[in-house]
């Protein structure tokens, strides 16, 4: 019945109003095949009061939108010789230039003096104010200047297909003005109704028609929220679905207490933050309740998360099960081990490490004691994963650094033992609205404060030319029995290339710069055992200098190494940088993180800026956020959730908050939409989430 609503709106595209075949060919292959299709084609950007400003007001190196008219144009020679094509646009407060330098031979035909024009890009001043490589878009004679008259006029995103079939933003705007006659009657909504009065959201079919025919702002905005509240809503339905799905799993009560937690505890030589209590209280709670335990741990590098994790790992020991901790690198996993091991010794629990890289003889008892239980805690790499590893009773898994593992590699861990309880550890702490929208399907826990005994390190952005400067304070460091890590970067594309510029930065610091010193190489390609030799002489201080690629990035605790220099620092990311520089000043002694700049661009001189000013990891993963968009953040393009339309994740946090509020309550009143059947949120669901559906339990 509610279909037929639809039904209408599953027209196919080519018998919209001046589509027609060819059109709807090149349409097809942009993934609009029906006339809803089209509908959710959505305007890139708006052009109204808003966001058009006067020549006059504008500023430089803003990015800003103007529209005007075509005053005068053509070929124009710079002094130094080379061409570039200019166009004047005017509105009635000032002039503007345009420039090319490339594409001159086609930007000279699409423009005609007196064309109305929306021009977007960076405004500069030079002889006035001008926007090179403008992104431009020709409005018609039926488009009102913005400015004047309040209108709102939509942007299309084009692609060059199709604008060879004419259907730039003034193509798109005809053709969608058709397409909209559709939705006259349109009664059709993906929402209940109480979800709609209750999030003060417009119908579907008003949204669909205020986001591309507005008379004013307000109608263009309650639309937005309504389709980007949508979007959200089905994701958190989404999540909403696997956390019931996982926590309603049949889990156990580990609330069984003994003498090991105390042992340990009593055995640290420092006190635990109060972020550190409060975590461990709500990863207690969840182990003692007999629902299976899902969470995820923030924190920055160097906020304690491994006490923590050793703590709640002797709670479950303490219960009877086993621990599994899986890191992402060998490296790491041998820290971890060290650490627990420690800590564990004294209260008498069995913990061993699991790599690829074992003698068959040592594997082989490590895999006798992981099947029989002897071994009650086991630290490892991937190599937990593998078929040959089987528990006796795996109660508890904890997984470092998770944004390494995919979502699968974690799943086949969990399964090696009977629905056991699982921490999550991440040094990337992202925006709550965020880690709701990524990780929605697991409660979230937040160590927010830093242990009380650190010094902020100090970080300082330098050219080549202050190089002797900087050797001459590492000296002094060195000879006040510091240490210190040189970083050479990892370019992804070539692993021989960064060794050569490690190899090389090696020979010099050796030869020329610290001859009378130890300095060491270490770097990815080594086999273990020369990895661990080199970080057991650093350890003690064998070592003095530590020449490195990135491998340094998750895994060196030495607290007595006070001084980083991170080489060609403008090559890495700002969360890489953050991660860097939190191998230092983990100890008393305050420490040091220069930034030797070599290649200076605007985004790598904005990367460096943020990371001097600030030591907090949730404001450099904020801001790294901005930069980079959410895709490249999480290292997750592929990753087939987000192929979204208008949601905007870094903007978007209190319609998040609301769609999420709304599909949890659909969810705990109804876990596996039974009640939903027939209805649209259902159908709707399950179009948009059809590829992930193996991960949830759906009546
Ligand atoms: P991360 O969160 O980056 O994994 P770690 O767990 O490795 O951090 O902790 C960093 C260092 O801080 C370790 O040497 C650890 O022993 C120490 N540490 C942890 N908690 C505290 C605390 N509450 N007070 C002082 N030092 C602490
Ligand atoms: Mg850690």
Redesign the pocket.
């Given at each position: 019945m509610e279909y037929s609503r639809r039904n209408k709106l599953d027209t196919p595209v080519q018998y919209v109003k001046g589509v027609g075949p060819k059109r709807s060919e090149v349409l097809e292959n942009e993934g609009a095949k029906s006339v809803l299709d089209l509908l959710y084609y959505f305007p890139r950007r708006h052009l109204d009061r808003t966001t058009v400003t006067p020549i006059r007001n504008l500023q430089k190196d803003a990015v800003a939108t103007v529209v005007g008219k075509i005053e005068a144009k053509g070929l124009r020679t710079t002094r130094r010789k080379s061409k570039y094509y200019q166009v004047i646009v005017t509105d009635d407060t000032g002039f503007l230039n345009c420039i090319w330098f490339n594409g001159i031979k086609y930007v000279e035909k699409v423009f005609c003096v007196g064309d109305l024009v929306a021009f977007h890009g960076k405004v500069d001043f030079y002889n006035g104010y001008q926007i090179v490589h403008p992104e431009y878009d020709k409005l018609g004679d039926e488009e009102k200047d913005p400015l004047h008259t309040g209108a709102v006029i939509p942007l299309y995103p084009s692609t060059s297909e199709l604008k060879s079939v004419g259907l730039d933003s003034r193509g798109f705007r005809k053709i969608i003005k058709n397409a909209l006659t559709f939705l006259d009657q349109m009664e059709y909504d993906c929402l209940p109704k109480t979800i709609l009065d209750e999030n003060k959201l417009i119908s579907l079919g008003d949204a669909l028609r205020y986001i591309h025919y507005s008379q004013d702002i307000e109608s263009l905005s309650s639309a937005t929220k309504r389709l980007k509240f949508d979007e959200h809503f089905f994701l958190q339905l989404l999540m909403a679905l696997r956390k019931v799905g996982i926590t309603e799993a049949q889990g156990r009560s580990l609330n069984k207490t003994g003498p090991y937690v105390k042992l340990i505890y009593d055995s640290l030589d420092?006190?635990?933050?109060d972020a550190?209590k409060r975590v461990l209280r709500e990863i207690r709670n969840d182990l003692a309740a007999p629902r299976v335990m899902n969470r995820l741990l923030q924190?920055?590098?160097?906020?304690?998360?491994?006490?923590?994790a050793i703590l709640s790992a002797a709670i479950t020991v303490e219960n009877g099960v086993q621990v599994a901790v899986m890191a992402p690198t060998e490296i790491l996993a041998r820290q971890h081990y060290q650490?627990f091991k420690q800590y564990c010794d004294k209260a008498q629990i069995t913990t061993a490490i699991l790599v690829g890289k074992q003698r068959s003889n040592e594997r082989k008892n490590i895999l006798e004691g992981i099947a029989n239980s002897k071994i009650q805690i086991v630290i490892g790499t991937h190599a937990l994963i593998q078929e040959n590893v089987k528990f006796k009773d795996l109660g508890f898994v904890v997984i470092?650094e998770q944004q390494r593992f995919g979502v699968m590699q974690r799943g086949m861990l969990v399964e090696k033992g009977y629905n056991p309880d699982v921490l999550i550890?991440t040094?990337t702490p992202i925006p709550r609205s965020l880690a709701i929208t990524y990780h929605g399907d697991m409660d979230l826990s937040i160590?927010d404060e830093m242990?009380?005994?650190?010094q902020p390190v100090v970080t300082r952005v330098i050219i080549e030319e202050t190089l002797p400067k900087v050797y001459a304070f590492i000296k002094d460091q060195l000879n006040k029995g510091r240490q210190c890590i040189v970083v050479y970067p990892l370019i992804e594309e070539s692993e021989k290339i960064d060794l050569k510029a490690a190899v090389e930065g090696y020979k010099t610091l050796t030869n020329e710069v610290f001859p009378s010193y130890s300095v060491e190489l270490i770097h990815g390609r080594m086999n273990m055992e020369e990895k661990d030799s080199i970080m057991d002489r650093f350890n003690r201080n064998d070592i003095q200098v530590l020449v490195s690629t990135t491998v340094v990035e998750v895994g060196i605790?030495v607290?007595n190494a006070t001084v980083m220099v991170v080489e060609n620092a403008d090559r890495f990311g700002l969360t890489q940088l953050h991660q860097l520089r939190?191998r230092i000043g983990?100890g008393t002694e305050k420490g040091y993180c220069i930034l030797v700049q070599r290649k200076i661009t605007s985004t790598s001189k904005r990367r460096l800026e943020i990371i001097s000013r600030t030591n907090n990891g949730f404001e450099i993963s904020d801001e790294d956020l901005k930069l980079r968009g959410p895709g490249e953040f999480f290292g997750i393009k592929q990753h087939g959730y987000f192929k979204w339309k208008i949601a905007d994740l870094v903007k978007d946090g209190p319609i998040i908050r609301q769609a999420r509020k709304s599909a949890f309550a659909l969810v705990e009143n109804d876990p596996q939409l039974r009640k939903q059947e027939n209805t649209e949120v259902r159908k709707r669901f399950l179009e948009e989430y059809q590829h992930l559906l193996e991960f949830v339990n759906i009546g």
């Open positions: 420092f006190e635990l933050t550190q924190g920055d590098v160097g906020s304690g998360k491994t006490v923590v650490v470092d550890m040094a160590i242990p009380k005994n650190r605790d607290p939190g983990r």
